[in-house]
């Protein structure tokens, strides 16, 4: 596609329950990110992709994160037992080089 | 860890008039890149710069890497309505984006009055 893109835009969820979130980078792109923003704040690193392997995923703030890209392309980020604290805007990006581009992100809310 | 600091945290101008804001780091930048945000959309990529020294341009944004690659500002001339929304500076933790990920500063939001 012409840009980055995410899957769903909006999800509301109650706590305690499984989330995920779909990102389809750029064609092409090797490198793959995931951030987390939360309102007022930019965006932190949670997770990133070369390929099929995440070469960093020191941003995780704990195990109930998890991200997943079987075919280098799509990614997953997956959220078990959700927490009110988990809700913010997830957002996703691609490079090919040395640029980064964003998707529009999910805004997830945990009720 | 690596922190960027942007000032002014809120900016409010009237249409036509030159504006400009800063992000300053606490490590040297390997390379430090400039985004816009509309509430509630996605990051709009604007600019990075890599070299000390380096200046880009894009319409009326101009943005600057200072020589000692610690602070970068971007200034935008003649504003616009359209100027309006979050800007952000996020830096490359390490040799280039391709090998690592980007911290951001907290944002500065521009309002410009027509």
């Known amino acids: 596609g012409a840009g980055v893109s995410q899957t769903p835009s909006n999800k509301v969820t109650e706590k305690g329950k499984y989330v995920e979130l779909r990102c389809d980078p750029i064609?092409?792109?090797?490198?793959l990110y995931w951030y987390r923003q939360s309102l007022g704040q930019g965006p932190e690193f949670l997770i990133y992709?070369?390929?099929?392997?995440?070469?960093?995923d020191s941003g995780l703030p704990n195990d109930r994160f998890f991200a997943v890209r079987p075919e280098g392309s799509v990614s997953t980020l997956k959220i078990q037992r959700t927490e009110r604290g988990d809700s913010a805007v997830y957002l996703c990006?691609?490079?090919?080089?040395?640029?980064?581009?964003f998707g529009p992100g999910t805004r997830l809310t945990v009720l | 860890s690596q922190e960027l600091e942007q000032s002014p945290q809120s900016l409010i101008v009237q249409e036509g008039k030159n504006l400009t804001i800063n992000c300053t780091s606490s490590k040297t930048l390997y390379g430090l890149y400039w985004y816009k945000q509309k509430y509630g959309e996605g990051l709009i990529f604007l600019m990075m710069?890599?070299?000390?020294?380096e200046e880009k341009s894009h319409e009326k944004i101009t943005a600057k890497l200072d020589e000692k690659k610690q602070q970068s500002s971007l200034h935008i001339t003649a504003s616009q309505p359209s100027h309006a929304g979050i800007y952000l500076c996020?830096?490359?933790?390490?040799?280039?984006?391709?090998?690592?990920?980007?911290?951001f500063g907290q944002g500065t939001i521009l309002t410009v009055h027509p």
């Open positions: 064609s092409g792109h090797t490198a």
């Open positions: 996020g830096a490359a933790v390490a040799g280039g984006t391709s090998y690592g990920k980007l911290t």
């Open positions: 710069l890599q070299k000390g020294g």
């Open positions: 990006a691609s490079s090919g080089s040395n640029e980064q581009f």
């Open positions: 992709f070369q390929g099929t392997g995440a070469a960093d």
